[in-house]
């Protein structure tokens, strides 16, 4: 597939004509190429440095220097090794629990949280066939409440109430309790999320995962997060032992470099892409079409 990457890696290719093979400094080269896109794309630098050694092991190995098109053996390369990065085939909501099974939700306020619980909620219920009931435990902006009540809907999901005079660990209780006496799959748990990581925060969000138990916690982060969504990424892990990534807004016009970060300091698989700002705007995320996207 073209891209401006591989345009100028074949650029540099030309170049080399009437040489009798590339050397290892021809290789440095494109990797300096490949280095720069990633750096463009808004990938954090020690995640670039780690891709760019790993990919000049291979480089050179016979693969490039002994290939007739080591331009596009090596695109070949990076392309594999990009995809590799990201994930590994599809990974889709883990359900494997004594229902309901517990999906908490957990990132900075305005990464999507809200929004996308609901499109997980629609996905579970189109795709998987659940019944599904929500919650939110963010009781300090009522209007979070409110917005995930009227997304619930849209989502034709179920809402369990909840108010800002309450502890979240005691909506979380009733919500489980209300889930198991009304035969859900599922309870989404949409938590509190502020600008900037806050140890209190932090706190309550670990205590919720240890009342609830959840079969997913998934790490909500926004892909025009940019370098930040590294520092955000390691506050969550640390916190909590994530079992996924949704990325969202890949809608904007990033490169989505953020995929890489996250996913390399997480080590978590990143899930789902969302896409828009309506309800069904959420992908099931392609790693190897991300890659092609992260290389420009
Ligand atoms: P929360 O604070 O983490 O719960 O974030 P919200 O769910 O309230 O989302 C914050 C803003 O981002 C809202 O205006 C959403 O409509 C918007 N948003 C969420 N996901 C996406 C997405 O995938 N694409 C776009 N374009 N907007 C999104």
């Not at 900037?196 to 997913?216: C, F, G, R, W, Y």
């Amino acid at each position: 597939m073209a891209s401006a990457l591989t345009d100028k890696l074949s650029r540099l290719v030309k170049e080399m004509r009437g040489q009798a093979r590339i050397t290892e400094s021809n290789v440095q080269d494109m990797l300096r190429e490949v280095r720069m896109a990633l750096l463009e794309a808004d990938v954090a630098l020690p995640v670039v440095r780690d891709f760019i050694a790993r990919v000049k092991d291979k480089a050179l190995g016979q693969e490039v220097l002994g290939s007739l098109k080591p331009g596009q053996a090596l695109v070949g390369i990076v392309n594999a090794e990009l995809a590799a990065t990201m994930g590994e085939g599809v990974a889709d909501i883990n359900l494997a629990a004594q229902p309901p099974a517990v999906i908490l939700m957990a990132g900075l306020q305005g990464a999507g949280k809200t929004t996308t619980t609901a499109k997980l909620a629609k996905h579970l219920i189109e795709k998987r066939k659940k019944k599904v009931l929500t919650v939110s435990g963010d009781v300090y902006r009522p209007a979070a409440i409110e917005q995930l009540k009227t997304v619930t809907a849209q989502a034709g999901a179920e809402w369990f109430a909840s108010t800002p005079d309450q502890k979240p660990q005691d909506i979380a209780r009733a919500a489980l309790d209300y889930a198991k006496k009304h035969y859900f799959d599922v309870l989404l748990v949409d938590t509190a999320g502020r600008l900037a990581i806050d140890e209190l925060l932090m706190q309550e969000i670990k205590d919720l995962h240890a009342l609830l138990k959840p079969v997913e916690t998934l790490f909500v982060v926004d892909a025009m997060q940019g370098q930040d969504a590294v520092n955000t990424a390691k506050a969550f892990k640390e916190a909590l032992p994530l079992t996924g990534i949704v990325l969202t807004k890949l809608d904007g016009d990033s490169r989505g470099g953020a995929a890489l970060s996250v996913r390399a300091i997480t080590g978590a698989p990143i899930k789902f892409a969302g896409v828009s700002e309506k309800i069904d705007g959420l992908e099931v995320f392609d790693a190897d079409r991300h890659a092609q996207r992260v290389l420009g």
